[in-house]
């Protein structure tokens, strides 16, 4: 190139690097020292060492129980989105079975997938506030007033420790299933129809030819998935802020590790040990995603 | 995602007796879930919409009958007592500034990296991409801190910056691919004839990563207008309630609304949040979708 490249280069540079170092190599540099020290927000905090982990995994119930629940998160979430999304991907793009030796979609699926897609532009924030009303517990509820019309009880959907976790885990389904439907249907576009065509001349149902053609040829995008929809199970905040009972609640039992960091930090000001938090789920987000990319790679299909 | 629709000559499978019945049970119950989804998804919003036209009565009442009365008092209610209006106009304000910043800012770290050759480019281009691996909830105090000690805390300017900078790594690594697969050809065309740098890139290159451009835009423009966790860390202390952006205000209005019973207020709130992604998403579903796979298809 010609003259002045480094002027050029550096005053393109110089106002993204300085924001991105000051708001997030900063911080994150910061977290791991902070996460050593007691500090509270008025004196400098000491520095003490594992303290902070130490208590964190032997005397946080809150802690543990937001772990569990990424545990269940963890697996629920990716396996119970990425079955319903590859069911109607199918439906959507091979279902209308064979049009003369041709596979196509079933009548309408433009707008399902549009449709399916929609909850993916609306915010959780407000997703939660919506599903406050759905899930009431009385007849006042959308589905409470379906079941109590049926002679039922009304279920207690967020106020029943032991289905609250379950009723927040089929909201962050009820938004993510469209996103992974038209992943999935990109991948399925891309598998080439020949292969289709050979297996039905082979004479292989719809059944067989889910497993055995468009399942193989979709791993990757599948990959992708399990991996995005892994990296989601250690969020959950902003849901769980807007829609459980007292955050958290009831009685921990939909609580996860962002919100005990948000808790933690901000209500009781013990700005270390939430920042330990921190540096946990960092540790594990990563473990996640390294051990998830390794299993999964060995398995895919050489086209 | 086009599907092919023209005939083909040959027949398919040995026993079409056979394949047919299969093909019926199949295509009946995946019909049944494919129209079961689609309602699931849609029952709850239009539900929604009819309740922000209800008393407090009919709302505690049974939950599936239709308003009594457009009452469109509650709108009124939800848009000026409530703030909504204010909230709305501050989301609009805080990401239309956050996201131009955003593609300029991350454009023109991508295109330098992307087509320049220069000591540190590789260090620089890691440190941006390595900001995808790390969960926000790990800076989140520290941020807090830098944010107040800046004097930025409860300010719309820390909060488009804040915005900016956790934007960047996926902007700079999607863009830096983007400008890496353009031709060489025009930009040597356009220096030969004498283009500056600056000139090259603003009138050159950006025209022609266009589409990559809008597809990162839409990106950005969903993810910051849905951000949830910064607002609610960095805009609070004295007079924030001003300044909140809309899911801030949206998910305050639930527990104020318990106080003040005003459900029908709260339901036309909600009403107002979500109908106009409705409206956006309607217009331009075909490139908000392929904006927000982006990140995976690549």
């Given at each position: 190139m010609r003259h002045g490249k480094y002027p050029f280069v550096i005053g393109f540079l110089a106002a993204p690097v300085t924001i991105y170092v000051v708001f997030v190599i900063a911080p994150y540099a910061q977290a791991f020292y902070m996460a050593l020290t007691n500090w509270r927000g008025l004196s400098p905090g000491k520095f003490v060492g594992l303290e902070n982990f130490q208590r964190l995994f032997t005397n946080d119930d809150a802690f543990w129980k937001a772990l569990q629940h990424h545990g269940i998160l963890l697996l629920a979430l990716p396996l119970i989105t990425i079955i319903i999304a590859l069911f109607l991907a199918f439906m959507l793009n091979v279902g209308g079975g064979s049009q003369k030796g041709i596979m196509t979609g079933v009548w309408g699926s433009k707008f399902y997938r549009v449709v399916f897609f929609l909850p993916q532009v609306l915010a959780v924030a407000i997703l939660g506030v919506l599903f406050q009303a759905i899930y009431r517990p009385d007849g006042s509820g959308m589905i409470n007033s379906l079941i109590t019309k049926a002679g039922l009880e009304p279920i207690g959907f967020l106020i029943e420790p032991k289905i609250a976790l379950w009723s927040i885990i089929a909201v962050l389904v009820w938004q993510a299933v469209g996103f992974y439907v038209v992943l999935f249907s990109a991948g399925m576009s891309n598998i080439p129809k020949d292969i289709y065509e050979a297996a039905m001349l082979d004479g292989a149902t719809r059944m067989s030819m889910f497993f055995r053609v468009t399942l193989p040829l979709l791993w990757d995008t599948l990959q992708v998935a399990w991996v995005y929809l892994g990296i989601a199970a250690f969020d959950a905040f902003a849901i769980v802020q807007t829609l459980s009972v007292d955050?958290?609640?009831?009685?921990?039992?939909?609580?996860?590790?962002?919100?005990?960091?948000?808790?933690?930090?901000?209500?009781?000001?013990?700005?270390?040990?939430?920042?330990?938090?921190?540096?946990?789920?960092?540790?594990?987000?990563?473990?996640?995603?390294?051990?998830?990319?390794?299993v999964s790679r060995r398995e895919s299909v050489e086209m | 995602m086009a599907i092919d629709t023209k005939p083909a000559s040959k027949s398919a499978a040995p026993s079409p007796e056979k394949t047919r019945r299969e093909v019926n049970i199949l295509a009946?119950?995946?019909?049944?879930?494919?129209?079961?989804w689609a309602l699931l998804i849609i029952a709850p919003l239009i539900w929604t919409f009819l309740a922000s036209f209800k008393s407090n009565e009919e709302i505690f009442g049974d939950a599936w009958t239709m308003p009594g009365a457009l009452r469109l008092d509650n709108w009124t209610r939800a848009w000026s007592e409530a703030h909504v209006g204010q909230y709305f106009l501050n989301s609009v304000f805080v990401v239309a500034l956050s996201t131009a910043g955003t593609m300029l800012l991350g454009?023109?770290?991508?295109?330098?990296?992307?087509?320049?050759?220069?000591?540190?480019?590789?260090?620089?281009?890691?440190l941006f991409v390595s900001g995808l691996a790390f969960p926000v909830f790990l800076a989140l105090v520290p941020l807090f801190f830098v944010v107040r000690n800046l004097g930025l805390l409860n300010s719309y300017l820390g909060l488009i910056l804040v915005y900016i900078a956790y934007s960047l790594p996926f902007t700079v690594f999607f863009l830096a691919a983007f400008f890496k697969s353009l031709p060489n050809s025009v930009a040597e065309a356009a220096t030969m004839d004498g283009a500056s740098h600056t000139r090259l890139f603003f009138q050159v290159m950006m025209p022609m990563a266009r589409s990559g451009l809008i597809s990162i835009t839409i990106f950005n423009v969903i993810g910051q207008w849905n951000q949830y966790l910064l607002p609610l860390a960095l805009l609070q202390g004295e007079g924030a309630e001003d300044k909140w952006v809309l899911t801030q205000g949206i998910a305050n209005i639930s527990t104020s609304a318990g106080f003040d019973a005003d459900w029908g207020g709260l339901f036309a709130a909600l009403t107002m949040a979500i109908l106009p992604m409705i409206v956006i998403y309607a217009i331009f579903q075909r490139q908000i979708q392929s904006g927000l796979t982006s990140g995976a298809v690549k």
């Open positions: 955050q958290g609640g009831p009685d921990g039992s939909t609580t996860v590790i962002g919100m005990e960091i948000y808790r933690n930090a901000f209500t009781y000001s013990k700005y270390g040990y939430a920042s330990a938090m921190g540096v946990a789920l960092f540790f594990l987000t990563i473990t996640f995603a390294a051990l998830s990319l390794r | 009946g119950f995946g019909h049944a879930f494919l129209a079961v454009a023109m770290a991508a295109y330098v990296l992307a087509r320049y050759s220069f000591w540190g480019n590789r260090i620089i281009y890691y």
